[in-house]
């Protein structure tokens, strides 16, 4: 998925969304334009889809209006369809917000420099509500960040072969870590969004990495490995390190 295919979805499901009436075909539409671009949208999707078929099976015809203003309520049965509607509206109208809100972020985001996108990229996650918090990821943010991700070249300074291991419960845009062993003299490059990544080398054997709220352990070999990251020794200390003030950074695993 690329930034002018994600743009077009947006836009797309926007005229959709602006939309006076809407049946099961249009909703579909929609939905495949939107799902994975956010967690949000998908979860909204879900309830707009619970609700339309709440309605659906309240009225004859597939076409349903959704202007309210013109909807008689005289009859039970009127109200009722009626206060259905409301509902299925509510999620709709939160749609058309999250959906207006991405763009406009992904807009800022397009024209910023490096720590302007940054900043675009956190307002939209900062945005997303609900029990995903800050793990609710945009694709468009993927892309963004793809764009403005930052190199740390790794090297080993007189180590042993090291083979990163890392337990990654949930994959963050824009990071991506060496999968090879890394020889003795050796260097490989990460790759990582340009974030604020707190970083706690506190255990003699492990090093433990947190960003969006989410943990990464990594294991070192020898408690031996001194952790020097961009001239600063990492080993004993938490320390907080500002990836997006440059676009490329050292860390070396230096062996006694």
Excluded at 159 to 172: F, K, L, Y
Excluded at 201 to 208: C, D, E, H, I, K
Aim: charged content about 20%; overall charge positive.
């Amino acid at each position: 998925m690329n930034y002018q295919s994600i743009e077009k979805r947006l836009e797309a499901a926007g005229q959709l969304l602006q939309a006076k009436e809407i049946n099961r075909a249009t909703f579909e539409s929609l939905r495949s334009f939107l799902s994975g671009i956010h967690p949000r949208t998908d979860q909204l999707l879900e309830s707009v889809s619970r609700e339309l078929k709440h309605v659906e099976h309240m009225q004859k015809g597939d076409t349903i209006d959704l202007v309210i203003e013109s909807m008689p309520e005289m009859t039970p049965e009127q109200k009722k369809r009626k206060k259905a509607i409301l509902l299925f509206l509510k999620f709709w109208n939160d749609l058309k917000t999250e959906v207006s809100r991405i763009e406009k972020e992904l807009g800022q985001a397009k024209s910023a420099k490096s720590h302007g996108t940054t900043r675009a990229m956190g307002r939209i996650w900062a945005g997303a509500k609900g029990p995903l918090g800050l793990i609710t990821l945009v694709a468009a943010g993927i892309v963004a960040l793809k764009v403005t991700e930052v190199s740390i070249v790794i090297k080993n300074a007189g180590c042993r072969p090291m083979t990163p291991v890392g337990s990654v419960a949930v994959n963050i845009p824009g990071l991506l870590l060496p999968s090879e062993t890394i020889p003795t003299g050796g260097e490989a490059v990460a790759k990582l969004p340009p974030i604020q990544v707190s970083v706690d080398a506190t255990s003699p054997n492990q090093v433990r990495l947190t960003m969006y709220g989410l943990t990464y352990n990594f294991s070192l070999e020898s408690s031996d490995i001194r952790l020097i990251f961009d001239g600063k020794v990492l080993n004993g200390s938490n320390t907080s390190l500002n990836l997006g003030s440059q676009k490329q950074h050292t860390l070396i695993a230096q062996c006694k």
